[in-house]
C-alpha cells in the first residue's frame, strides 16, 4: 500500500504534467524480464493510481503478460520533461493481475472500437499483412453487432504494488533531487539520493 505522502505527491505531479500540455502524460515506460533473464521495456498508459499501486491494462497472452507472469517484479518509469525542470518517477514492485471483475468495469468504460480490437488482435503474434488484421476485427465487429462486446478472459488489468518509489527532480547543471522511498513490510520509509 502507498502511503498519502506518495500518493500526494504522485498526483499533484500527474495533475502537473496533464496541466503542461504533455500529450500523454499518462505514458509510462514499463519493464519487464523474461524466465531467462531477457529484458525487454514498452510504453503503457497508467489508467489509476490507488493505495495498492498503479493500474494499466493489456493482453495477458501478449509478450509483457508471459514475462509477467514468469517474473512478476517489474519496473515502471514516468518522465515528463515538461514539469518544472523536468520530473522522473521511477516505481519498483511486483504486478498482480486485478480481480476479474474489476477489468470487467474498466473493459465496459474503453471505445467500442477498442473492445473490438482487443478480440482482434492477437497481441506480439506474427501477423502475415495488415488485411489479416483487418479481417479479424471485420469478424468481431459483426459478431457483436446489436449487443455490448464482453471483455475477452485473455485480456484484463494488473496493478503494479510498488516497495520503490523514486522521484526524480532535474535541476540546473545537473544538480538533480531525488527522493527514494522503500517499503519495509508496511512501512515506507525516504532518504535523499546524490544525483
Known sequence: MLNREILDTFTQL??????????EPTAMNLATVDAAGRVS??????????????????NYDSD???????????ALNFH?????EGVQV????????????????????????????????LQSQTLPDRETFEQRVARYEQEFEGRDVPRP????????????????????????????WSRHGQTWTHRLLYP
Not at 41 to 51: G, H, I, P, T, Y
Request: glycine share 10%; hydrophobic share 40%; proline share 4%.
Open 153 to 180: 478472459a485473455h485480456w484484463g488489468g494488473y496493478v503494479v504494488e510498488p516497495d520503490t518509489v523514486e522521484f526524480w527532480y532535474g535541476a540546473q547543471f545537473r544538480l538533480h533531487e531525488r527522493v527514494r
Open 64 to 74: 509483457k503478460g508471459s514475462q509477467i507472469e514468469a517474473h512478476p517484479q517489474v
Open 80 to 84: 515528463w520533461k515538461g514539469v518544472r
Open 41 to 58: 521495456s514498452r510504453v503503457v498508459l497508467l489508467k489509476d493510481v490507488e493505495e495498492r499501486g498503479f493500474r494499466f491494462f493489456t
Open 14 to 23: 500527474l495533475e502537473e504534467a496533464k496541466a503542461s500540455g504533455d500529450r
Open 90 to 121: 521511477r516505481i519498483e514492485g511486483a504486478a498482480r493481475k486485478l480481480m476479474p471483475e474489476e477489468s470487467d468495469a474498466y473493459f465496459a468504460t474503453r471505445p467500442r472500437g477498442s473492445q473490438v480490437g482487443a478480440w482482434a488482435s
